[in-house]
């Protein structure tokens, strides 16, 4: 009886220990989608150059660092500078920078955080002397933007449109979400 008794218990032993387990949730599949962004310059409202940017996020309700987006599209300029006597070069930065955090909302939009930096070097001639810059020395331009918008899927739309405060030129950046599983 004894033995009866033991090898119950034993037999039993499994199955108490897998119901004291927390049971796990399965693990929604995370959303991925397709961002493609455009950069539209505008000079007296008619669009002068256009440049487009195309990425993959893995969406989902958290605003964990991995989900961020990044793209990252420039040129490293020298500029040398001296100061008191002694010859330095430094680099600027141009070019784009676009950062996005996708967030599920429902079957038919989505949430989405841009942040878009540009920045560009304004040649010499009619606008670098508006602006009285020194000779050989660069001028940048630079336009940075951030917002947090919800869109609907596969249709552009505007984020946001900025004027050049020194000039007729605006600059317009649009997106347009797609699901892509």
């Known amino acids: 009886m004894t033995a009866r008794i033991l090898l119950i218990a034993l037999l039993a032993l499994p199955v108490l220990a897998q119901s004291q387990e927390p049971r796990k949730e399965p693990e929604k599949e995370k959303r991925v989608y397709k961002l493609d962004y455009v950069i539209a310059e505008l ?3 008619k669009r002068t150059d256009t440049r487009e940017y195309t990425m993959l996020v893995e969406g989902g309700s958290d605003r964990a660092k991995n989900n ?14 001296n100061v008191a006597g002694n010859a330095t070069i430094q680099f600027l ?14 079957e038919s939009s989505v ?12 040649s010499a001639g009619v606008e670098a002397e508006k602006l009285k810059t020194a000779a050989g020395q660069p001028t940048m331009r630079q336009f940075r933007t951030e917002n947090e918008v919800r869109i609907p899927f596969a249709k552009p739309v ?5 004027d050049e405060p020194n000039s007729k030129r605006s600059f317009q950046v649009l997106v ?4 892509v599983r």
């Not at 930065?93 to 429902?106: E, F, K, T």
């Not at 949430?111 to 304004?122: A, C, D, H, N, Y």
Request: net charge neutral; hydrophobic share 45%.
């Open 43 to 45: 000079e007296s409202g």
């Open 68 to 81: 961020w987006g990044r793209v990252r599209v420039g040129t490293r300029i020298p500029v040398v500078t």
């Open 93 to 106: 930065d141009v070019g784009v920078n676009i950062d996005a955090l996708v967030r599920s909302v429902d």
């Open 111 to 122: 949430g989405l955080t841009t942040k878009v930096e540009g920045t560009s070097v304004i």
């Open 158 to 162: 505007v984020l946001f449109t900025m």
């Open 176 to 179: 347009t979400a797609t699901l």
